[in-house]
C-alpha cells in the first residue's frame, strides 16, 4: 500500500483519540480548564450519562472575544509560551489540546465573557468546523455545552457503557476535584436531578462530608508533613475505616489527580501492619513539590507522571503517613469490633465501655477492660496526654480449643486468642526492635533452589543484607541458589517457601525499608507457632504476657485480629439470664 498523508479532519479524529476516550474525559478537560481559570463555582449538567449532553459552566475570568477562535486550534493556549515553560508547569492544563479534540468529536457551544466587557461571544463548532458566530449576553465566566460524542464515530460510540456506568465515572472525575479544590463550590446534575453539591468553603473535610458522609469525614487523620522543598497534607483513614478496595484512594502532585504506583506502595506500606491484605484505607494525599522536579506531560490523558526523586517522595510519603496513625492505631484497631473501647475526647474514637487500673506484682500498672464508664476525670488526662494506647487486660489462660485458639477469662468476659497471629505479632516486634542482626544456624544440609536471572543479581546486590537476616546464600549457576544458614526462629519451618516468598519481595519492592519490612513479617508469620499446634498451659501463660508486652497486641502484622473479646454481658444475654 502506497505512503499517503492523511486529510487532516482525520488527523483531528485520531489525536482527540488520544485525549478524549469517553464523557469522564470531557468532563475532566472542560473542569481543568475552568480551575485554571479561577473559578469559584463550577457546575456539571449531564443526560444520558454525558453522551448526548454535557454542560460546564464556571464563573471564572472567561475568554475575550478576540482570543475564542484561537482556543479551538490545536496547540492554542495560554499556558506556556516555551520549551522552558514545560519543565515548569503549574496549571492542570498546558498543551492547547481540550477544547479542538473535544470539537473533533463532538458539536460543542462556548459562551464565555471576561469581567470587563458588557457583553459576551458565542461559538458554536462541529467536528471542527465554526457553525455560528456572534456577541451574547451573558454573566462572567464561561460555559461550554457538548452534544452528541462520538456521534460522528460509530466505531467509538459502541464501546461506549452504558449511561448509568458513564455517569458514575464522570461523578468520580467531579469527586477529585472536588476533594483537590475544597474553596470552589461544585455542583453535579444528573437527568435533572442534583447528585452532588459542596459548600466551597475551603475546608477538605466538608468535601469530603458532601462526597463520603459526615461520619467518614470526622473519623478521618489528617497527614501534614513538610521539610525544604516537599510537603504532604492530607487525609487517611485510622484502621477501622477500612474498605475493600482502592476506590477510595485518591493522590493529587501539586493539585492534579494522578495514578502512581510508587505513592500507592507507599501508602499501603505505611498500613502494612496495620490492615489485613484484602483491606484498603481511604486517603485523600496531596504531594507539593517544586514543578520542575515532576513530569506531567509523560501520558496523553495526564493521568500519570514521573517524578525526578522517586525514591525520596516514597519514603517521606510512607513516613508521613505512618506518623499520622501512629497516635491512633493502638486505640483503634485495638478493639475494632471485638470489645470495649477507651475514648479520646477530640480523636473520634468509639464510645466507651469501661476502664479500671490495678497494680500487679512487680508494682506494673496495667490498664484494665471491665464494666464500668469511663469518669469525666480520665477523659480530661486523655485529652492532656494525647491518644491512650490501651493495653491487655490481665488474662486468665483457661485452655486450648482445637490447638489453634488459648481461651482466656479476662475482668469482664472471655477472650479467644488465635496463638498463630498473637505470636507473629510477638516474633515481629523483636525483629523490629531488637535491630537488624538476628541468630542464625547453619543448615546440615544446604537447601538447593530454584531462581530466576533477574533474582541472581538481586541476590549478589543485597546478599550482606540478607545475612545480617540470618541467610547465607551461594551461587551455583544462573538457575539455582544454595541456601546454608537459616534465622534460627524458622527451625522446623518450610525454608524454601519462607525465602522464596522473601525473593519474591525483593523483587517487587527493589530492596530498602519497603522489602525489610516485609522481610521482618515474612520472618514472623513464618517463625511463628501454627494453627493445630498443641500448647501447654505454661507455654499459652508465656504467650499472652510477651503479647501484652507488644506495642500493637491486637493484631498481626499483616492486619489481622489476635483475639476475639465476648463480654459477660454478652454470654448472659445469649444464655437467657
Known amino acids: 500500500m502506497a505512503i499517503i498523508q492523511l486529510p487532516q479532519d482525520l488527523v483531528a479524529k485520531i489525536a482527540a483519540g488520544e485525549v478524549i476516550e469517553r464523557p469522564a474525559s470531557v468532563s475532566k478537560e472542560l473542569v481543568e480548564n475552568s480551575l485554571d481559570a479561577g473559578a469559584r463555582r463550577v457546575e456539571v449538567e449531564l443526560r444520558g450519562g454525558g453522551i448526548p449532553f454535557m454542560r460546564v459552566t464556571d464563573d471564572g475570568q472567561g475568554i475575550p472575544p478576540e482570543e475564542v477562535g484561537l482556543a479551538f486550534l490545536r496547540h492554542a493556549t495560554s499556558k506556556l509560551a516555551d520549551l522552558a515553560d514545560l519543565a515548569k508547569i503549574s496549571t ?37 468546523r465554526v457553525l455560528e458566530r456572534g456577541e451574547r449576553g451573558c454573566p462572567p465566566g464561561t460555559t461550554v455545552t457538548v452534544r452528541d460524542l462520538f456521534s460522528g464515530l460509530p466505531a467509538r460510540r459502541k464501546f461506549l457503557r452504558p449511561a448509568t456506568t458513564e455517569a458514575r465515572r464522570v461523578t468520580d472525575v467531579v469527586a477529585r476535584y472536588c476533594l483537590a479544590y475544597p474553596e470552589v463550590q461544585f455542583l453535579l446534575y444528573n437527568d435533572g436531578r442534583q447528585s452532588l453539591q459542596t459548600p466551597g468553603d475551603g475546608q477538605t473535610t466538608s468535601a469530603v462530608a458532601s462526597l463520603y458522609g459526615a461520619q467518614l469525614a470526622k473519623a478521618l487523620v489528617p497527614v501534614d508533613a513538610r521539610d525544604a522543598s516537599l510537603a504532604v497534607q492530607g487525609l487517611i483513614s ?7 478496595s482502592r476506590q477510595m484512594i485518591n493522590f493529587f502532585i501539586n493539585r492534579r489527580w494522578v495514578q502512581s504506583a510508587p505513592l500507592l506502595r507507599a501508602l499501603e506500606d505505611a498500613y502494612q501492619d496495620l490492615l489485613p491484605g484484602d483491606r484498603f484505607p481511604v486517603a485523600l494525599i496531596n504531594l507539593y513539590l517544586p514543578p520542575d522536579e515532576v513530569d506531567v506531560n509523560i501520558h496523553p490523558a495526564k493521568r500519570e507522571v514521573r ?39 477530640g480523636g473520634g474514637f468509639p464510645a466507651v465501655s469501661g476502664y479500671m487500673s490495678q497494680t500487679v506484682p512487680g508494682g506494673l500498672n496495667q490498664t484494665l477492660v471491665g464494666g464500668s464508664v469511663l469518669t469525666p476525670a480520665l477523659e480530661l488526662e486523655a485529652a492532656d496526654q494525647g491518644p491512650l494506647r490501651i493495653q491487655l487486660p490481665i488474662l486468665r489462660v483457661v485452655g486450648q480449643m482445637g490447638d489453634t485458639y488459648v481461651i482466656a477469662e479476662g475482668p469482664d468476659g472471655m477472650y479467644l486468642v488465635d496463638q498463630h497471629t498473637a505470636h507473629e505479632r510477638v516474633l515481629y516486634e523483636k525483629l523490629k526492635g531488637g535491630g537488624d542482626e538476628v541468630s542464625k544456624q547453619g543448615l546440615l544440609d544446604p537447601l538447593v533452589l530454584e531462581v530466576r536471572p533477574a533474582q541472581v543479581g538481586l541476590l549478589a546486590s543485597w546478599g550482606e543484607v540478607l545475612e545480617r537476616w540470618g541467610f547465607e546464600v551461594g551461587q551455583l549457576d544462573q538457575n539455582a541458589c544454595l541456601l546454608r544458614t537459616a534465622p534460627s526462629l524458622l527451625r522446623g519451618t518450610k525454608l524454601k517457601e519462607a525465602f522464596q516468598e522473601i525473593l519474591t519481595a525483593l523483587e517487587e519492592t527493589g530492596g530498602g525499608p519497603a522489602w525489610e519490612e516485609r522481610l521482618r513479617q515474612s520472618l514472623a508469620c513464618h517463625g511463628a507457632v501454627r494453627a493445630g499446634q498443641s500448647l501447654s498451659i505454661q507455654e499459652m501463660r508465656e504467650l499472652l504476657l510477651a503479647l501484652e508486652a507488644t506495642d500493637l497486641p491486637y493484631t498481626c502484622p499483616h492486619g489481622r485480629p489476635t483475639m476475639v473479646y465476648l463480654s459477660s454481658a454478652r454470654l448472659a444475654k445469649e444464655f437467657g439470664r
Open 92 to 128: 492542570l492544563g498546558f498543551r492547547g489540546e481540550a477544547l479542538p479534540s473535544i470539537a473533533a468529536v463532538a458539536e460543542v457551544s462556548m459562551l464565555t465573557r471576561v469581567p470587563d466587557r458588557e457583553l459576551g461571544m458565542m461559538v458554536r463548532i462541529k467536528e471542527g
Open 238 to 244: 485510622p484502621p477501622s475505616e477500612s474498605r475493600a
Open 307 to 345: 517524578f525526578y526523586r522517586e525514591g525520596d517522595l516514597y519514603a517521606f510519603v510512607r513516613r508521613a503517613v505512618r506518623e499520622a496513625i501512629g497516635h491512633f492505631a493502638p486505640a483503634k484497631t485495638a478493639f475494632a469490633g471485638i470489645g470495649p473501647f477507651l475514648t479520646h475526647p
